[in-house]
């Protein structure tokens, strides 16, 4: 079931786009309401991570991990805390909290120079997983990659780059009144023209 048969109007930002886009992708888009009483199924972030397990990945070296908790435990509190700014505010009404690793250096360093790249596909292919799903996704880059190594012992090999909130979104509203500004404010992109340096 689609998003579009799931949100409610008040909670729907389609894109402006210049062609029609699929709805999975026309209707994506990271609040930062979310519902503090919704929680997310075993189910659910199964499909979620199984999404991102099965993401495009250079050589299929696949260096990428992930620490998921979900909210009402000592990991989604572990990574909550870890939060920094206008993120520690309203990501721990999400229902899970999602740290996305790249396997960086190490012996085969030399193979590893795409694992960046690769983690971004995996977490892309996660959030569009979610929006089927009837969930939402913010990713964050916004928090404090030390104490999430320290506090789960990561290798000298894995270097966190995001934290991804998810759950079912919520009214702006409820949010304080300059996150429900940024909220309601446009979805707004750079146009084509300013992206494609050339097309043939």
């Given at each position: 079931?689609?998003?579009?048969?799931?949100?409610?109007?008040?909670?729907?930002?389609?894109?402006?786009?210049?062609?029609?886009?699929?709805?999975?992708?026309?209707?994506?888009?990271?609040?930062?309401?979310?519902d503090p009483e919704a929680t997310i199924s075993d189910r659910q972030l199964d499909a979620l991570l199984e999404a991102a397990r099965w993401a495009p990945s250079a050589a299929?070296?696949?260096?990428?991990?992930?620490?998921?908790?979900?909210?009402?435990?000592?990991?989604?509190?572990?990574?909550?805390?870890?939060?920094?700014?206008?993120?520690?505010a309203w990501a721990p009404n999400a229902s899970a909290l999602v740290v996305a690793i790249a396997e960086v250096s190490g012996a085969?360093?030399?193979?590893?120079?795409?694992?960046?790249?690769?983690?971004?596909?995996?977490?892309?292919?996660?959030?569009?997983?979610?929006?089927?799903?009837?969930?939402?996704?913010h990713q964050m880059g916004g928090f404090d990659v030390d104490r999430i190594v320290g506090a789960f012992?990561?290798?000298?090999?894995?270097l966190p780059i995001t934290v991804t909130a998810v759950g079912v979104v919520d009214e702006a509203d409820k949010l304080g009144e300059a996150l429900a500004e940024r909220e309601r404010a446009p979805r707004t992109r750079l146009p084509l023209d300013q992206l494609v340096l050339l097309r043939d």
């Open positions: 079931m689609l998003t579009s048969e799931l949100s409610a109007p008040s909670t729907r930002r389609a894109a402006e786009s210049s062609v029609p886009l699929v709805p999975l992708l026309d209707e994506r888009w990271s609040p930062r309401s979310f299929n070296k696949q260096l990428r991990r992930f620490i998921v908790g979900r909210r009402g435990t000592a990991t989604f509190d572990t990574i909550a805390s870890s939060l920094v700014g206008f993120n520690a085969r360093a030399g193979e590893r120079s795409w694992a960046e790249y690769d983690l971004g596909q995996a977490i892309a292919h996660l959030t569009v997983q979610a929006h089927a799903e009837g969930l939402h996704t012992d990561l290798a000298d090999d894995l």
